[in-house]
């Protein structure tokens, strides 16, 4: 799984209450990530967030 699928499948980006949130959502738990934020800064920790998990299944597959 890339980041760009990370991204669509894990990361949303929502607007609670006039300000934005970048929200981690596996199955029925949900992490904010940062909130009350701009939708531009929510955008980029979403991005940087799915970079930071492909990288880290990608690791986890060498089996180091």
């Known amino acids: 799984m890339n980041a760009s699928e990370i991204e669509k499948t894990y990361i949303r980006i929502e607007k609670i209450d006039g ?16 909130e ?3 939708k531009k800064r929510a955008a980029w920790y979403g991005k940087m ?4 998990l ?11």
Do not use: H, P
Not at 19 to 34: A, R, T
Not at 54 to 64: A, F, Q, S, T, V
């Open 19 to 34: 300000k934005w949130s970048c929200v981690l959502q596996i199955d029925q738990q949900g992490f904010f990530v940062v």
């Open 36 to 38: 009350k934020t701009t």
């Open 49 to 52: 967030l799915s970079i930071a």
């Open 54 to 64: 492909e990288r880290m299944i990608n690791y986890e597959k060498l089996d180091l």
